[in-house]
Every structure is written in structure tokens, then in C-alpha cells.
């Protein structure tokens, strides 16, 4: 099968740091990516990870893949309510066409 | 550097009625891949376009069709519009280089709504 899986709500104080979690089922993915959607808005590529990478930080954002569980995570330090949208897991499966999870809704809080 | 434009932004249609959507993919890129994102869902792949031809193709009718111009824009068409239609359409951009695409780029996509 060809699905991402993802919790569909979060909400956390700002100020906390948020982790959102993605498993995937297909382990040729070579790309894993996390992007954020505002409402009414496109799609904004916020990190992606190699799959032969563990780890990847980029300031505020942490991904961690484990891919033996083929599980993904994204972790938001210092949480911002600017950072309250929908995150979305994707796979980079052949010709570079991606597969995306239904998205998990950030709510963060003052 | 213009980024991934898409037109309309907002559209309206009544079932049975034929739709074009148009994307202008992000300078330096070749390749077009349109996804339609339905209201609490995930974008879902429609099909990919590369060198003027459709290059893979998500689980979709042949309703669904599209082309890419010799300037690497590219147009969605739908025929024969569903309630189920109703979605937003988002144009994606990248550079295939090695058989793979990079700088996957996304458009704010076309709100479609069908009536």
C-alpha cells in the first residue's frame, strides 16, 4: 500500500515545542517531506529528509526518521502561534510523485 | 524570482460543465505535476507532465486531462464536472535532473467549486 498515516490534531502553549508523527508505508521512498498549509493558502515546503539520513535540524525544526518502524517526525521548538496550520507528511515515490497524508492541524494556544 | 502562478484563483461551475485550470511553473523548471487537494484531505497526485507529455498519472478517470506548452506551462482540464469535483487544484513545479524531480515547488492552487 501507498498510505501516510498522520494524527489529524494537536494543541499546544506557545512557547512548548510541538512533535507531529507520520508513519509511511513504502520504504523505496528515497525524499520525506513535511509541508505546512494555512488556510486558504498552497502548500510551503518546510524541511524534507534523504532516507538514508536519521536526523535533519533546520533552526526551529527537527526531523527524525526511523526507518526500520518507517516513522517520521517533525519537531517544532519555541512554538509560535504563527506556526498554528495544517502539517503534512509526504512520500516521494516513482518519478518523483508524492504522497501525502490526510495533514495535522496545529493549534497553538497564548 | 516568480515562484509557481496559478489561474483562476476562484471558480465556479455547474456539473456537466467542462473546466480549464493553468499553471506557470517556477522559472527553471520543466516539469508540471497537478494534485487536487478535497476539503479535509490530502492533495491527491493527478498526473505529472515532462517534455510535453504526460509522464505518470495518479488514480484518476480520463475526465481528467492535461497538457504542457513548449514554455513548460501546463493546463488541467476537467470534462463532464462531478459534485465530487469540487476541490482545490494545486500546481506543482520542479527540475528533472537524473530521472529524478527536485525543488518540488507548490502554486496557492484553484478553489473549484462545483454547483
Redesign the interface.
Known amino acids: 500500500g501507498e498510505d501516510v498515516e498522520q494524527s489529524l490534531f494537536l494543541s499546544v502553549r506557545e512557547g512548548d515545542s510541538s512533535v507531529i508523527n507520520c508513519t509511511y508505508t513504502d520504504s523505496s521512498s528515497t525524499y520525506l517531506y513535511w509541508y505546512k498549509q494555512e488556510p486558504g493558502a498552497g502548500l510551503q515546503l518546510l524541511t524534507y529528509i534523504f532516507s538514508n539520513m536519521d536526523m535533519k535540524q533546520d533552526q526551529r525544526l527537527t526531523v527524525l526518521l526511523n526507518k526500520k518502524d518507517k516513522h517520521l517526525s517533525l519537531r517544532i521548538a519555541d512554538t509560535q502561534t504563527g506556526d498554528s496550520a495544517i502539517y503534512f507528511c509526504a512520500e516521494n515515490l516513482g518519478y518523483s510523485t508524492l504522497t501525502f497524508g490526510k495533514g495535522t492541524m496545529l493549534l497553538v494556544s497564548p | 524570482d516568480a515562484g509557481?502562478t496559478q489561474s483562476p484563483t476562484h471558480l465556479i461551475k455547474t456539473r456537466g460543465q467542462q473546466v480549464t485550470l493553468r499553471c506557470s511553473p517556477k522559472s527553471g523548471h520543466d516539469?508540471v505535476?497537478w494534485?487536487q487537494q478535497a476539503l479535509?484531505?490530502?492533495?491527491?497526485?493527478i498526473f505529472?507532465y515532462y517534455e510535453e507529455e504526460e509522464?505518470?498519472r495518479?488514480n484518476f478517470p480520463d475526465r481528467f486531462s492535461g497538457h504542457q506548452f513548449p514554455n513548460y506551462s501546463s493546463e488541467l482540464n476537467v470534462n463532464a464536472l462531478l459534485l465530487g469535483d469540487s476541490a482545490l487544484y494545486?500546481c506543482?513545479s520542479?527540475l528533472?535532473s537524473g530521472g529524478?524531480?527536485?525543488g518540488?515547488?507548490?502554486?496557492?492552487?484553484t478553489r473549484l467549486t462545483v454547483v
Open positions: 509557481v516539469t505535476s494534485y479535509g484531505q490530502g492533495p491527491q497526485f505529472q509522464r505518470q495518479g494545486l506543482a520542479s528533472v529524478e524531480a527536485y518540488y515547488t507548490f502554486g496557492s492552487g
